[in-house]
């Protein structure tokens, strides 16, 4: 939460979220003497402030609202945008794979919508810092106002510049971790391992299975070892006790993540050495599919 | 990271992690004059002590290693258990979505072997809080021993209660977030509600459907809205470029993640009212699916 | 397919699929003098009789199509319904694990409309028949409907009679498999166990946990062993071949499919005995989950 | 089930399978005189025919088994293997999907295991055909040992051939649908097109993301439209009613399913024509996705 946020009633400032009973969403700063127009009425910000957080308020329609804190999922999921965003459910799975933290350096790039800068200016805590590479500078202020919307900014940094040329951060300046957003990542590999600490976190999300292989390509050269690539899929449930279900439909894909960490050129080499010895016991039998020992217990079969 | 991890050296008091050609690991906690022994050879810490991370050692059978630092999911899937734990998949996903991040108070009950609080005192950092209950002794001993290998135990307080008298948490002390992992939580509803500041973020995890109906009942009595029932799933691919395809096998359930917000009582008369309207529509025609537009579209069939 | 099919050019009384650039679909029974009237122009049947199947033809405003067989999914998606359909994720997987093949006698309840009931006519051949009851003259009208469409009314018998009272069938002449799609299949468990030949095959779709729960008790009871609970998941690719990813969305929930075998009470008694024994072991741990052996090996984590 | 299968009681010559009360399965094809031997003792086949199915038997060390009928999931799942086989939720997907039904000539390629093979010759009952190529004998020798197995022999030709050089099958004698189970499925798409009748359904299962880019260039090439790309997965449940829950795991990936239609030039022309048009516009944006309207309702987020 921005440190800015009481714990129980809202003050000007905080960021707050009006759900009305349709569960239509809107976001806000709290000023004092600002208003919130909403398709049921008008909602002056002085009726907000000092509110106990959870309460219900009434625009001058009548028409009720739940007033409430927006957590980082709901920021992410409101924000506006101009690109593809990344999903709470990868957010939280990089965030813990890569083990991004409070008082950490993380770069990323590109800048999007901000959503994930958000993400990660939350994680790294007031004496964190993240940086922020794009070449276009229409992203930066969309993603600098998402930022800010969170009350985030003064941990972000942002760097309009080609990360082709390779990112700032070096030596003892070096990132915890780097994350890039881009379409290409596979040709910022070695930009990627000098701007990363040894050991450093990396990490990617690409939406097709051809950008996968290519980067992974690309990491193994460029000194990456422990290489990871999965993906999440998250379904709702409708939350009737009697009638428990999941939804209808979901959200099939939203990306392949790709993780992978730094180390020095020997180390490298041992893991890669093994990995190639492995494959290519596999390799005499990798046309056909070798026969299969299935577990036919109780808990699995297809 | 733990505050005295060294950026880019081993140091002593570092936790590290060990890494052989297999791929085998090992968790130590980097103390001169102590050694780890493997099943391929000692390695004596002062020979790790003040090496690059990311870098290769060798044991004293001259069997190599890749000593680097564990992230959170390393901690996490390494530490000695005792009961379930909780995976990365879903942690990721709860803090995020319960917007758990640095200087916040959050309450879990129970301890479990310390995976989940060491995630918690992670994300609060420095200026944040962890209480954790149990009512067993030996849990908390454990938990307390992984808290400790992470570097984290100053911000947890382990309390030995049970939660069925409340928690000491309340009004002004009120927890940001409360996390139930216990088996039965729908008991503890009102007594988490109480615990909670307005607008505070409730989560619990649970195994079975049963399960998960009886909290959804307890919650809405208990004065909590914006509840949310979901699962995630996490699938791997085998990482070779040129032949991209997922694992064989996969982990089916690690539980049903329950979410809500705590709310004052007209706010969830309001929401709950809502809901029983949009309910009650649905009723007459429950018992025999309603027939349903499905989208014949290039995208989406079954 | 249809026996009045021809293999290679479409027939009168084929039934033709005609699907335009933009892949709308439109399904017909060739009939001289009969037209096709479609948003893109009309396209006479005798334009159609006589032509390759897979060839393009046009409609009279120059309007290009391809005259094409439906497949037995193609005729599923496209019936008109008017309750929940049974997709052909779940209908193959059905007919498979229930054995229905040619040459059967399978009941099924209710009728829904006829999507099901076309599958399972086609699977039992012409030697085979279908029993569809239902107490809903309207349903059975619209599934006679489709399955006329489909050209295998012959081999069905619809029974408008309410099963409670139980089913025709019985003794020598029981059925190879029965199917119940129906609220509240239950309450029909002693009657389906009377209209299975011993050893037949028992299957149900639910849409709720709830609902399974309470199946399984009534199963156990009827007499039914081999009890299995399951769903299944269906993705599609989009198929650009430089560009692979899964689509954007799918379907989250058709439901939750319920197999069993009809035994002789001994033998129900023997398969009980040893899964209450199993599960007597487990009971007391089963608060909290026991701690698991989770296989860290590279495929998988979660 | 196989012809020979009465429908009550076990006789000579059925396939039966015997199942242990820790349910351990044997297969066997009843023949007098003959005795199966198990790890709790012998079953002479004699006390096993004319029982009735769904019977509890006895071995002569007393211990019990259940005698019932093996659907055809049953036999796929036990038969001897030498390769990776197919699973019954993408056979049964894939039956459904090509529309193999009775009454057609079905080629397959290679002949595996022979339990695709069972699958195709059980749908295609006994007024079809499968007609099951390989270049390896001693596969063809266990195909053909399986399908006996289920008493389906009389209705599958093999042949010893490589089908490089083209499928015997064409014009007139042309296969209603033809499945690719080869490690290179994109070398035989122009034969499998010419082996097809127009219209003809075109299946094939591959294990990686590269194999599927490469057969979906050949397929449009060598005149299929209608592609399709796609896979299923299944979860299986615990079946206790008052812990109802999903198995601990799974079954991550089985294959990709590619399934085609052959048309005629001009109608391949055509489809092809408008998804090329499609996808032009597509491109300019393609690098970087662009933004998606995600439904924010209650059903569907991530």
Redesign the interface.
């Known amino acids: ?1 921005s ?1 800015t946020t009481s ?3 809202a003050q000007a400032g905080d960021i707050a979220m009006l ?1 009305s ?3 239509k969403r809107f976001l806000v700063r709290l000023t004092p003497d600002h208003k919130l127009e909403t398709h049921r009425g008008i909602l002056p910000h002085n009726d907000l402030i000092g509110q ?5 308020v009434r625009s001058h329609l009548d028409s ?1 609202f ?1 007033l ?7 920021l ?2 409101e924000t506006r ?4 965003i990344m ?13 991004i ?4 350096l993380v770069i990323e790039a590109g800048s999007g919508s901000g959503s994930f800068t958000t ?1 990660l200016a ?2 790294v ?3 964190g810092r993240v940086v922020s590479y794009d070449i276009r500078p229409e992203m930066q202020r969309l993603a600098l106002k998402n930022v800010s919307l969170a009350g985030l900014a003064e941990r972000v940094t942002f760097k309009e510049k080609d990360i082709l040329a390779g990112f700032d951060e070096a030596g ?1 300046g ?1 990132a ?1 971790a780097l994350f890039l957003d881009v ?2 990542p596979h040709e910022y590999a070695a930009q990627a391992h000098a701007a990363l ?5 990396f990490g990617s999300i690409l ?4 950008q ?3 980067l ?2 690309a990491l193994k050269r460029a000194g990456f ?30 990306g ?1 993540l790709i993780f992978a ?4 050129p ?2 490298g080499e ?2 890669n ?2 990995t190639s010895r492995r ?1 290519g016991k596999a390799m005499q039998s ?7 020992d ?1 577990e ?1 217990d ?5």
């Open positions: 939460m440190p714990r129980t009633h759900v009973a349709q569960n106990s957080w959870g309460s219900r009720p739940v409430i804190q927006p957590t980082l999922a709901d992410l999921m945008r101009n690109t593809q999903y709470p459910k990868d957010i939280g799975f990089i965030l813990v794979t890569m083990g933290g409070p008082g950490q993400a939350h994680a805590g007031p004496q003892e070096a915890d379409p290409f600490k040894p050991g450093g976190s939406p097709t299975t051809n996968v292989s290519t992974l390509v070892a422990f290489i990871d690539v999965c993906e999440t899929m998250l379904r709702y449930y409708k939350t009737v006790p009697e009638r428990l279900r999941p939804t209808d439909r979901m959200v099939a894909h939203t392949y960490r730094s180390v020095l020997e180390a041992l893991l050495q093994e494959r990798e046309d056909i599919e070798p026969a299969e299935i036919q109780e808990d699995e079969r297809a």
